[in-house]
Every structure is written in C-alpha cells, then in structure tokens.
C-alpha cells in the first residue's frame, strides 16, 4: 500500500537482480572461491552456539594448526579480514608505552606501524634488511614485539624468516608475522620457526571468501596477555573472550559475538582442501606456477621487479610497468578484454609494478598461460604511442 510517510524511495539498483560477472582475479586476492567452498557458504545457517557449529570451529582450529605447522592451543580464526588480525595481534600483546619494532619492508610494516602508533605503543620501523636490521634495533630498543610481513603482497618479496625467532628470544621480544599472502604458497613452520604469533587470511591460498582469518599465540606469547596489567582497547577482538568462544581455554564455551557462521563453514572446506592436498604439494604447486610464469614474463620483455629468485613470493608476482605504457590502461585492458583481473603496485609501489597472484586453486599452468595472453595482447594494444 502507497503512502506518502516515506520520503526515501526504495532504491532502483535494489530492485534489480543482483550482477555478479564471471572474472578470473589474478590479482593480489580475493582469489577465485571453487564450487566445493561456495557450496559450504551457501549452506543453511545453524546456531552460533550449536554443538555442529562449535565442532566446525574445532576443525577449523585443527586446519589452522597444520596450516601454520603449530600445536598452540590458543589457535582460532578472527571474525574479520586480515587487517582484524593484525589489529587482534598488536592489541592484545601491546599495552600503553609498550615498544614495538616493525620491519617495514612495504605496505603491510607501515600499517602494523601505525596500528601501534593507534595503541600509543612506541614503534620504532625497522629497515629493510633483517635479520641485521633487527638485531641493532632489538639491542637498542628492547622491544616487546618484532612485527615482520612474510609475504609482503605490495613488492612480491618473501622475507626469510630462519633463526628470527630465536634472536628474538635471546632479546626478551616476541616473534610476531603476518603470513596473509604468504601461508599455503610458501613454507612456514610456526613451532619450528619460534615464531610467537602467526596470523592470515582466508581470501588468498584458502580460497574462501574474506571475512575470518586465523590466528595463532605461543605459550609465551599467551603468558604475556595473561600478565597485561590491562584490559586490550577491543572488546570485539580480546583474546580472552575469543579463546573461551573458540574453547582453547578449558572452560564452557560463552557467547561473545555470533560468529559469521558461513564464512566459517567457507574457511573450513578452504582448510580442508589444503589438507588434503597436503601443504608440501601446494608449496610445490605454488612454486612450479610462479617459475613457468616468471619465464614467460620474461618472453614477454617484462622485467622482474625483485631480481633475486629466491626471495620472490611464488603467491604474488611483481614485475616493473614497461616504458611507454601506463599501468592502468593495462590492468583496465585485461578486465574488459579478458575478465582477468590483475593489479597495479599497493604503498610504495603504486605506478612502479603490475601485480600478479596465482593462489590455491588459482594457480594453475593453464591459468598462467591465459594471463600470458592476455598480457601478451596488451602490450600490444596499450603502447602510448597507439593512443
Ligand atoms: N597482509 C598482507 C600481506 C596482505 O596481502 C593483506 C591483503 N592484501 C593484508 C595483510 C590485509 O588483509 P585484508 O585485506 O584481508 O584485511
């Protein structure tokens, strides 16, 4: 029935059924979902307290947990991308005048940077060559917490991270690293590595979409939250109420926040799926992709924005936008002539590099060679001079 007590019309664009085009993204993430993982997110909703609901997150902390190669029991998954991770971990181990040192390496240390900076931590940036970097700046500035990217998606470097964790204990520093574009795409070894807290995504190797990315805290690094004198500034992201929702604590499970239950049943065929591929296969997967595409990057004349192979995230791939071309117009080409996305630089490497990310079930020889022709055909068409 029409009256006139409402002066804002039902929106047009909401009348009309949802678009949603096919695109192959190739960029630094999302990646593509497959059937299997969008089938378990369209799934009926159950209860955030129901004893399937609660058995779903204690498989998901089990395929965290062979995901970062840890037995840490205050493993779980955050409600919430990465960067929810990344505030949860500086949060909860930090307190007002802690110190914390990030290596800045790209886009992901400037903004753990800042995160600390919001906390009122002390945050010293580190330079980019760790470990020397780190062990003069641990001596000088006693941190609390070393932050480090794995792999830092804005340049494509992968960051060793051997004997990190170690220097860090000698100094009294916790281990703390960002593997969201990194974990399943290259090795990590969170127990073996001494590092203390781990966190992730759930929209790149996994699969599944954005919305739950896990985590994990060592021993040492769960004893710290324990000794805060105070509460975490996040009531959303405290690690106490989350470890007692997602039963590490021993205690009956209480409700904190209704969990956003199909992403967790997305994340937890995405865990499943890495599972059964087996980590040391979808390294190898990642690794063969990211070679066969590097070299036809170079047939193509595009020259590789990180020269050392061995310190190239075999996940996301950089290489320099070539003279006489515009970055845009060739990831602006590609969408509209072949529904592949691909990406411009991120932070310092905006208008220097254009990103390309083979992840999970993205990363295939057949997808590498769709995006080669792709690029083939824009440099072809996209020279300046054509314009
Ligand atoms: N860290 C790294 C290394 C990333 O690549 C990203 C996402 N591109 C993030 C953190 C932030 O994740 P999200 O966009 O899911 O919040």
Redesign the pocket.
């Given at each position: 029935m029409a009256t006139n007590l409402l002066h804002v019309p039902p929106p047009q664009g909401l009348l009309r059924p949802l678009v949603v085009p096919e695109r192959l993204l190739l960029g630094?993430?999302p990646s593509n979902v497959p059937p299997r993982i969008l089938a378990a997110g369209g799934r009926q909703l159950l209860g955030h307290m129901h004893p399937e609901v609660l058995q779903v997150m204690d498989e998901i902390k089990a395929g965290i947990q062979y995901a970062f190669q840890t037995q840490n029991r205050l493993t779980l998954a955050i409600s919430g991308?990465?960067?929810c991770a990344?505030e949860a971990a500086l949060l909860n181990l930090l307190e007002h005048g802690d110190t914390a040192l990030v290596a800045v390496n790209g886009i992901?240390g400037q903004r753990a940077a800042d995160i600390a900076r919001r906390l009122a931590a002390v945050s010293h940036p580190g330079r980019r060559h760790l470990p020397l970097c780190s062990m003069q700046g641990l001596a000088r500035h006693k941190p609390l917490v070393l932050f480090i990217?794995h792999?830092?998606?804005s340049t494509g470097v992968l960051q060793p991270l051997e004997g990190l964790g170690k220097l860090c204990h000698r100094h009294g520093c916790l281990l703390l690293v960002?593997a969201?574009?990194s974990l399943g795409g290259a090795p990590i070894f969170m127990d073996r590595q001494e590092i203390d807290v781990l966190y992730s995504?759930s929209?790149k190797v996994l699969n599944a979409p954005?919305g739950s990315a896990p985590i994990s805290f060592s021993e040492r690094a769960r004893e710290k939250i324990l000794r805060r004198k105070t509460q975490p500034l996040s009531f959303y992201l405290d690690m106490g109420w989350l470890a007692n929702y997602w039963g590490c604590d021993g205690e009956p499970r209480r409700y904190h926040h209704t969990a956003p239950i199909n992403s967790f049943f997305s994340l937890r065929e995405g865990l499943a799926m890495l599972a059964e591929l087996g980590l040391e296969s979808s390294w190898e997967r990642h690794r063969a992709n990211c070679a066969q595409l590097c070299q036809g990057l170079h047939d193509l004349g595009l020259e590789p924005f990180v020269k050392e192979e061995k310190a190239r995230l075999p996940t996301i791939t950089t290489v320099r936008v070539p003279k006489g071309y515009d970055w845009k117009e060739i990831t602006t080409f590609l969408m509209e002539n072949h529904a592949i996305e691909i990406a411009g630089g991120l932070g310092p490497s905006v208008g220097k590099v254009l990103r390309i990310g083979l992840m999970g079930c993205n990363s295939t020889s057949s997808n590498v060679d769709r995006v080669l022709r792709g690029l083939r055909d824009a440099l072809r068409r996209c020279h300046r001079s054509q314009l």
């Open positions: 630094p993430g991308t990465g960067h990344m992901w990217t792999g830092e998606s960002d969201v574009a995504g929209q954005p």
